[in-house]
């Protein structure tokens, strides 16, 4: 955060200490509290303006028929998006009956902390009233980590100078039908723009009441989703502390549940409520049933004390640190953003369970909560190599997902899965085909990630119960999507397909695609052959559930060796598909400001026409599968595609910043990792409103780890070759790895390894095989860190290169003339 006045630097705290109203949505995301099940944006107590009232529940959702213009066979034809769960969040205060309203009431004081060391979102605020009175009110937010389906809040009073009656009025609210007595919409009335990373507005009444009750200070509320058929209740306990006395009224409706506490506050006597609530949602069980089991929750709050939650959350949070934190020495700013993803990273996977991780966590509704392959390649690292068991149950989501992904398969007309795009429930929620479905690459994401979890961890056991379907639908997929052809030697082809870069669509021989379904082919036979051996139980009930034919091994790897990758002689690079360089060039570095990001400024078909990508798509290639190509290579394919690079999408810095930090581009990777590192910190993309970008923020991780820490896990073999920035003293992260907590430090003369527990780790060096044991540390010497290339890439190097037609490069902008300011000539 650039106000450091507003916003100072703590490497374990994010601290406002100024409120304003004028950018809500963004710190609305920014202090949101979640577990990956229950998420509460950081809307004020008050339950007054905001952005976005937001309560989100993973996986709780509404569907609707998607109506196409023009219809066809096998488009998606039912929508889904997140919706709001009731709003518990709303405790509203009157002293002498003038309401406490944030935007107009002088505050003497004004703080706010979200604490990465307990989890909780805490303010503490002085207002004086129109009457004089001096009123101190303290209220703190927890969701916990540790019974995921309870979020505790408190809200203390204290009238300083004076008496005087109050009024603490507590609420439960269904925000997503719009009741509620105050204006719902932005302050100002403000519209937000056209942006189709936005959730879905529903028009219809989305929550259907069923039982709602009121018994001494607990409060219920239960609905059935209107068209999904999902089903949510919410119980709320609440406690009063005072030695003021204090009139307790109650009300309730299908819609809000009010319990208003009439307090005659004596000068300088704390008043506080401490409200506890629990949330339940299901598929299939009914509305009382899930009232029944947020009652056991409370029950069990009650009996223990809310003290003993907060001392629980520490000890998971205290846990989940020693594991997970990564240190950059003697840069606290960086630090401070640094906890602030990781500790996101957590509030959106941690008790997610069986569920996906949605786009934007549970802090907000953008990407309508839907799950994409970003969980698999940007989140999935982070978890395998910090805390293996929630990757394990990320990856349960897709075996779950299996049934939905083979008829998908089916439906166009291939043998297999094939996973959604975009979904909640399984079913591909993706209405644009050309950059949802055509993403075929999914299900080698996902297959990758499996690899890179039994690889790290050894859990043969989860591949042998179902993680092996996986690996095999995906692996028979490809066989019927791609196909043969002979011209000269035998070739395996995939087409009509679209990569990660989503502005270049329904291509030729992607090369991300084509290298991934390599790996899924070769994967597969290869985790056949392991449960195989490790498990004939679990294999003869594989061939018999899947009907596998054992000759399947032969076929995929006889299609992984013939793959087409595509080359051109010409430019010395990996072409991004087969046709990318017959396109024309899109002069980025002369498109006005005001017309990025492409997506919404540009008609699709505009955009498709040129060499120019929303985010990396070889060069994530190049991470990925780092071993499938030469140095050289990796250098002369990032320095042509970097230029072409709009980074429109959060996914791409990161990828950029791993890249160029080991090919050498040491402050262009620096650079690419501060921009990823604050995207949402700084509101980079503009979009932060919607909700964190949790992605970009596992990507934070892998840059650190791969990129500065130069780690690579390539076919289960750990090694390292460190590029430190110069700037930074030192690097500190820990691992996972089996059954081994390693903590690894990299200065700018050597990288240390210090196992803190488990089994001893093999690794390299820079080709040097070292075995770390608990007890021994070992000291790498580091001759350097790598080559320095200076600047950044530039297309010039590539202008006098010919395509093969004959054709010289260049490049132009697509702007009409009466779109120009003058300072640019139209194509």
């Known amino acids: 955060m650039r106000d450091k006045d507003r916003f100072p ?14 950018d809500l949505g963004l710190t609305e995301t920014l202090f949101s509290v979640g577990n990956g099940y229950l998420g509460m944006r950081g809307n004020s107590s008050e339950g007054r303006h905001a952005f976005e009232h937001g309560t989100f529940v993973n996986g709780l959702h509404e569907t609707w028929p998607i109506h196409h213009a023009e219809r066809a066979y096998g488009f998606a034809e039912v929508g889904q998006t997140i919706i709001n769960a009731p709003d518990s969040k709303v405790i509203r205060l009157y002293v002498d009956d003038e309401p406490l309203v944030l935007d107009v009431a002088e505050l003497l004081e004004y703080e706010r902390t979200l604490d990465f060391a307990d989890g909780v979102l805490r303010r503490e605020l002085l207002w004086l009233t129109s009457a004089g009175k001096r009123v101190r009110v303290r209220s703190d937010r927890l969701v916990s980590f540790v019974e ?17 009656p109050i009024v603490i009025s507590s609420q439960i609210v269904n925000r997503q039908d719009g009741q509620d007595e105050f204006d719902r919409t932005m302050p100002n009335g403000e519209t937000p723009a056209f942006d189709p990373r936005r959730s879905q507005a529903l028009a219809e009444r989305v929550l259907q009441p069923a039982d709602f009750w009121q018994r001494d200070d607990r ?17 709320a306990d609440h406690i009063v502390e005072t030695d003021c006395e204090v009139v307790h009224r109650r009300s309730i409706a299908p819609d809000v549940a009010k319990n208003v506490f009439r307090v005659h506050a004596k000068a300088g006597h704390p008043v506080r409520i401490t409200k506890i609530v629990a949330y339940h949602t299901s598929r299939s069980a009914p509305p009382r049933e899930l009232i029944d089991r947020c009652q056991r929750v409370l029950d069990r709050v009650q009996a223990d004390g809310t ?11 205290t846990a989940f ?30 008790r997610a369970d069986a569920s996906g991780v949605p786009a934007k966590g549970v802090t907000g509704s953008g990407y309508s909560g839907h799950y994409f392959w970003d969980t698999e390649v940007y989140i999935l690292p982070f978890l395998t190599y910090t805390s293996p068991l929630f990757a394990r149950n990320a990856l349960r989501m897709r075996e779950q997902m299996l049934p939905a992904a083979r008829a998908r398969a089916r439906q166009l007309n291939e043998g297999g899965a094939l996973f959604p795009w975009r979904t909640i429930n399984g079913e591909e929620a993706s209405a644009y085909y050309a950059a949802g479905t055509a993403q ?3 299900n080698a994401d996902i297959t990758y990630a499996l690899a890179k979890y039994v690889r790290a961890t050894g859990d043969i056991d989860f591949l042998s119960r179902g993680g092996i379907d996986i690996t095999v639908e995906t692996a028979r997929l490809w066989t019927t999507l791609g196909f043969w052809r002979s011209n000269g030697g035998t070739a395996f082809h995939i087409h009509g397909v679209t990569g990660p870069d989503e502005y270049t669509t329904v291509v030729n021989d992607n090369l991300f695609t084509n290298v991934m379904a390599r790996f899924n082919l070769r994967y597969a036979a290869e985790a056949v052959r392991q449960v195989r051996d490790a498990s004939p139980i679990s294999y003869a009930r594989m061939v018999d559930r899947l009907q596998f034919d054992p000759a399947e091994m032969a076929e995929w790897e006889r299609a992984a060796d013939a793959m087409v990758i595509p080359y051109s002689d010409a430019f010395g690079i990996h072409p991004q598909d087969s046709h990318f360089l017959d396109r024309e060039v899109w002069d980025l570095a002369n498109t006005p400001p005001d017309k990025l990001p492409l997506l919404l400024n540009f008609h699709p078909l505009v955009i498709y026409r040129f060499q120019v990508l929303k985010q990396a798509d070889v060069v994530l290639a190049l991470f990925l599968l780092s071993g499938d190509f030469t140095d050289r290579g990796k250098r002369a394919d990032f320095d042509y595609y970097d230029p072409l690079t709009t980074g429109d999408s959060t996914l791409s810095a990161v990828v950029q910043s791993i890249i160029a930090a080991e090919i050498g581009y040491r402050d262009l990777a620096l650079e690419y990792f501060e921009h990823a590192l604050f995207v949402d910190l700084e509101n980079l993309h503009h979009n932060s409103n919607d909700g964190v970008h949790v992605a970009s923020s596992g990507g934070v991780w892998s840059a650190l780890a791969y990129g500065f820490g130069g780690m690579r896990d390539v076919g289960g073999r750990l090694t390292f070759d460190p590029r430190l920035p110069e700037s930074w003293p030192g690097l500190e992260f820990r691992l996972c790895w089996h ?18 527990s488990g089994d001893p780790v093999q690794l390299s060096v820079r080709g040097t095989p070292y075995t770390i044991a608990v007890g021994t540390p070992v000291s790498v010497t580091l001759n350097g860190q790598g080559p320095v290339l200076a600047g950044r890439p530039t297309l010039e190097k590539f202008s006098r290169s010919r395509r093969e037609d004959g054709s010289p490069m260049t490049a132009s902008i697509p702007i009409n003339e009466d779109q120009l300011d003058g300072t640019i000539a139209p194509t």
Do not use: C
């Open 9 to 22: 630097v703590d490497p374990w705290r994010l601290t406002e200490r100024l409120y304003k109203e004028d």
């Open 148 to 164: 995921r389906h309870l979020a505790v809040m408190t809200f203390e009073v204290t009238v300083e100078n004076a008496d005087a």
């Open 219 to 235: 409060s219920a509320l239960s609905y059935r989703v209107t068209s999904s058929r999902m089903t949510v209740a919410v119980v």
């Open 307 to 317: 003290a003993v939650q907060r001392v629980r959350q520490r000890e998971w949070l």
């Open 321 to 350: 640190w020693e594991r997970s934190d990564v240190r950059i020495l003697g840069k606290d700013e960086l630090q401070q953003a640094v906890r602030w993803n990781l500790f996101h990273l957590a509030q959106a996977a941690a």
């Open 440 to 442: 075929y690459h999914i």
């Open 739 to 756: 059954s081994a907590r390693m903590l690894v430090t990299v200065t700018h003369d050597r990288i240390v390894f210090e196992v803190r």
